[in-house]
């Protein structure tokens, strides 16, 4: 089967970096995405690595290490509209494209 | 262009009945895929369509189902509703080739059962 671990709940203030991390457990691996979801909104996609290394998109940056079964997302400059669950995911190819979850992490930015 | 869309927004059914959701997903995209998202845990992935064929089926009961239809747009039944099926179904649409498989996501439907 598959599983994702990472961590319930994290805490930041504005202007700091988080680092939010995520561990996996798969039958084959073909990359892993992070996904942001605002409290009733849908997700949304914010990163994908396939390969080993650290993909930087504007303040979010994600990394991958496919040795270690682990990869992180990395917030900087935390401003209050990043509060919201992060979730990593990667896709199980035995079910077409679907994408398998982690619980989640809330992210709580305070000024 | 606009993006995956879904109805109904909200919806309230009792224990044994039955409901249908829709989505509609972004022009171009072939692929639906639907999940089930329970408050406080990830979208659980429930069903997969491409052109219309189901390629793949997440660990739920036969009482959901679903189909695609011509124009990929896509509809999700539950029959016999229990109180565990109160959740957040999203839909998301994509377009499987792409390299980073991302997956757009529509707002939902919050369905309650009572």
């Known amino acids: 089967g598959q599983s994702l671990e990472q961590p319930s709940e994290v805490t930041a203030v504005e202007g700091a970096i988080v680092q939010i991390n995520c561990t996996y457990q798969t039958s084959g691996f073909y990359g892993l995405s992070w996904y942001q979801q605002h409290d009733g909104g849908a997700p949304t996609f914010l990163s994908y690595n396939a390969l080993d290394g650290l993909e930087e998109t504007g303040r979010f940056s994600s990394f991958l290490s496919r040795s270690d079964s682990y990869g992180y997302l990395l917030l900087q400059e935390l401003q209050m509209k990043d509060s919201a669950s992060y979730f990593c995911a990667v896709p199980d190819y035995q079910a077409g494209t679907a994408l398998i979850f982690g619980k989640g992490t809330t992210l709580s930015v305070s000024s | 262009d606009a993006g995956v869309t879904q109805s109904p927004t909200h919806l309230i059914k009792t224990r044994g009945q039955h409901v249908t959701l829709r989505c509609s997903p972004i022009s171009g995209h072939k692929s639906v895929s639907w999940y089930q998202q329970v408050l406080g845990q990830g979208p659980q992935f429930i069903f997969q369509?491409?052109?219309?064929?189901?390629?793949g089926r997440g660990n739920f009961p036969d009482r959901f189902s679903a189909r695609q239809f011509p124009n990929y747009s896509s509809e999700l039944n539950v029959n016999a509703l229990l109180l565990g099926d109160s959740a957040l179904y999203l839909c998301a649409s994509s377009t499987i080739k792409g390299g980073n498989n991302e997956q757009f996501f529509g707002p939902g439907t919050r369905l309650t059962v009572l």
């Open positions: 369509y491409y052109e219309k064929e189901e390629r």
